[in-house]
């Protein structure tokens, strides 16, 4: 099995005493009627050998948001493998940003399964801003990781 990579950047608020995560919803049919586990950091693949994991989660970004990646000073937040086998590497910048102003990139896969017919689907089908308890629902499980790190990083 080959080793596959993501990155992406987590963008985070203060909120008064606390902070805010901007998350966002897997599109597509798979994911459509679930919430818990559903929702992760925008990121995406790329091959180490291409590109680094830090121009891939610039270019991630603005892929799956279709917004410019914010500038500003980002704390690694490092690695975490997820059930499946992919290897996630992430980034927190404070930043502000208006889900509404999202335009998410798109997919192609065949559905239904062996129609033979090919559909669209947004990467990301909605984006939300979630206090770190909320998220820590719904995020994909080994991503919470990340959750604890900018805690850390970020008070």
Do not use: C, N
Request: cysteine-free; glycine content about 10%.
């Amino acid at each position: 099995m080959t080793a596959r990579y993501s990155a992406g950047l987590l963008l985070f608020r203060r909120t008064g005493p606390g902070l805010d995560v901007l998350l966002g919803h897997m599109g597509g049919p798979f994911f459509a009627r679930r919430d818990a586990g559903a929702w992760t950091v925008p990121k995406g693949e790329y091959e180490p050998a291409e590109e680094t994991a830090w121009d891939a989660a610039r270019r991630e970004f603005r892929e799956e948001l279709g917004l410019a990646p914010p500038d500003g000073t980002a704390l690694e937040l490092g690695e975490v493998r997820q059930a499946g086998g992919k290897t996630v590497t992430a980034w927190a910048i404070e930043a502000d940003l208006d889900p509404a102003t999202v335009v998410p990139g798109t997919f192609r896969m065949e559905w239904p399964p062996r129609s033979g017919r090919l559909r669209d689907f947004p990467e990301l089908d909605r984006v939300a801003w979630f206090a770190p308890e909320r998220a820590r629902e719904v995020i994909v499980a080994a991503q919470a990781t990340f959750l604890d790190r900018l805690a850390r990083l970020a008070p």
